[in-house]
C-alpha cells in the first residue's frame, strides 16, 4: 500500500512538474526543439533499430511529446497513465499524429503479447510502481528478434542511490537504482543488450540509453 501510495504521489508530482515546465513555453516551438532532440537521440542509438518501415512499436511512458512524435513512418502505440490529463495541456494534441494510438494506463496493466518490433520506454522506467513487472510487461510485448529501447537516470554514487531510496530526495522517481542494476532487469528476463550508451554526464546522475534485442 505504501509503495501505491508513492507512485500515486509521484505521478500527481508528474503532472504538475508538466504544468509548471511547460506553462511559459510557446506551443509550437516547445514541439519543434522536442521533435529536434528526439531525432538526435534516434541518430546516437549505434544499432539498426528503425531501418524496416512501418514497424508496430510501442512509445511505452510517453509523456506529452514523446518519441511517437517523430515515428510518422511507423504504426505506434503511446501508453502513458496521464493521457488524459495532458490533454489539458496546450502543447498535446492527439490529432496532430494519426500514425499514433494513445492509449492512456499505467505501464503495469499492459496485456499486450509479441504486438511490437520494437518497444521504446525513455525516461519512464524510474517512474513505475513495480519496475519488475513493469520489464515483464515489456519483454511479454516484444516480437521475437524485437529491440527495446530503454533510457533513464542512473545513480553514480551508491551512498547516494541508498539516501535517495530511504528518504523522498526525488519524489517524482520512484525507482532509484544504479546502471548495472537495470541492465539486470533485462538481462534476468534473457534480453541480450545490444548496447549500453552513456548519453549525458550529471552530477548525481548518469543518464544511459540501453538497447537489448529479444532472441528469436
Known amino acids: 500500500m505504501k509503495k501505491k501510495l508513492k507512485w500515486r504521489l509521484a505521478q500527481e508530482l508528474e503532472y504538475k512538474w508538466w504544468q509548471q515546465y511547460l506553462h511559459k513555453k510557446e506551443p509550437s516551438q516547445y514541439l519543434q526543439y522536442k ?20 514497424q508496430s512499436i510501442l512509445d511505452a511512458g510517453c509523456g506529452p511529446a514523446g518519441l511517437f512524435m517523430v515515428l510518422e513512418s511507423h504504426r505506434v502505440v503511446a501508453l502513458d497513465p496521464l493521457l488524459e490529463r495532458y490533454k489539458n495541456l496546450p502543447h498535446f494534441n492527439t490529432e496532430a499524429y494519426p500514425w499514433t494510438r494513445f492509449l492512456q494506463s499505467p505501464l503495469e496493466l499492459l496485456t499486450d503479447k509479441e504486438q511490437y518490433d520494437t518497444i521504446f520506454c525513455m525516461n519512464a522506467i524510474n517512474h513505475v510502481n513495480d519496475i519488475a ?37 526525488d519524489m517524482l522517481h520512484p525507482v532509484q ?40
Request: aromatic share 14%; proline share 5%; hydrophobic share 40%.
Open 35 to 54: 521533435k529536434t532532440y528526439w531525432l538526435q537521440v534516434l541518430s546516437s542509438l549505434k544499432e539498426p533499430i528503425l531501418e524496416k518501415p512501418n
Open 133 to 169: 513487472l513493469c520489464c515483464q510487461r515489456l519483454f511479454d510485448a516484444l516480437k521475437p528478434g524485437g529491440h527495446l529501447v530503454l533510457s533513464t537516470d542512473a545513480h553514480r554514487f551508491p551512498f547516494l542511490k541508498k539516501i535517495f531510496q530511504w528518504l523522498p530526495g
Open 177 to 216: 537504482l544504479d546502471i548495472d542494476e537495470y541492465k539486470k532487469y533485462l538481462t534476468d528476463l534473457k534480453l541480450e543488450i545490444k548496447n549500453s550508451i552513456r548519453y549525458k554526464e550529471a552530477g548525481i546522475f548518469n543518464y544511459y540509453i540501453l538497447i537489448a534485442r529479444k532472441n528469436e
